[in-house]
């Protein structure tokens, strides 16, 4: 029986080197773990930072009880930030370095959710594809402050620039936020290289075709390729 969830990373079609990540993994007792980072461009170690988080992420939720999965997230998160500074004070060239991250747990009808800079995650649900995250970027500031439309912002030349990214502060404060499952729903996970490449449109009429896991992230892979691929690509899914 194919899985219900799965993740897949692709350097897309102009980048020289691939600094997503992303995971999909059942954890203990059948909870499953999606995860998404984007090491953030413009400064050395992009792709240390988001494998860093990862890593971390999956190693802290591997042995969490979740007899409170909200703190178990936030802890996750936080675990994943002092990892990629701790990797930043080894060398002085990655200093600066810094990843987006979406990490989501699912335990039967309940997801938490919780994220860092301009990845995003969704859930599908009867045809209607609904964002569960807000991005932590400049344009989206703007759209939430009335200043800009999605459209321009989409568009914007500063469409890249995120406000909050792991690794950035010693400090960082953890938002986790709870949203219910229904049999059916889709739980999407994904980097800007999928959603600047491919309108959400495009992205529900894949998830609303229903096909496996699998088939379902290497057909947005593709799809976001032959629209350009013009950057990397992490997608992590599952089917409730
Ligand atoms: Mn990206």
Avoid at 10 to 31: S, Y
Avoid at 35 to 64: F, T, Y
Avoid at 75 to 92: C, G, S, T
Avoid at 206 to 220: H, I, M, N, S
Wanted: hydrophobic share 50%.
């Amino acid at each position: 029986m194919a899985e219900r969830f799965f993740a897949i990373i692709d350097p897309g079609r102009k980048r020289p080197t691939n600094q997503d990540q992303a995971a999909a993994v059942e954890l203990r007792d059948g909870r499953v773990l999606l995860v998404v980072a984007d090491g953030v461009g413009g400064v050395p170690g992009g792709e240390i930072a988001s494998a860093a988080a990862l890593k971390a992420v999956q190693r802290v939720l591997a042995h969490h009880d979740f007899a409170d999965p909200r703190a178990a997230l936030a802890h996750a998160v936080l675990e994943a930030n002092r990892m990629v500074r701790v990797a930043a004070l080894e060398d002085e060239r990655l200093a600066l370095m810094a990843t987006t991250l979406v990490v989501v747990t699912v335990d039967g009808p309940d997801a938490w959710v919780a994220n860092a800079g301009d990845s995003r995650a969704y859930r599908f649900r009867a045809g209607a594809l609904e964002r569960l995250t807000e991005d932590d970027s400049w344009v989206a500031e703007e759209v939430r402050a009335g200043r800009l439309t999605e459209e321009a912002a989409a568009q914007h030349p500063r469409r890249n620039v995120i406000t909050r990214a792991v690794g950035s502060e010693a400090h960082f404060a953890v938002d986790v936020f709870h949203h219910p499952v229904l049999p059916g729903d889709t739980l999407f996970l994904c980097t800007d290289g999928l959603y600047q490449a491919l309108p959400e449109a495009v992205i529900a009429s894949v998830l609303a075709f229903g096909a496996p896991a699998r088939d379902t992230a290497v057909r947005l892979v593709e799809l976001a390729n032959e629209a350009g691929g013009p950057d990397n690509i992490g997608i992590a899914l599952l089917q409730a």
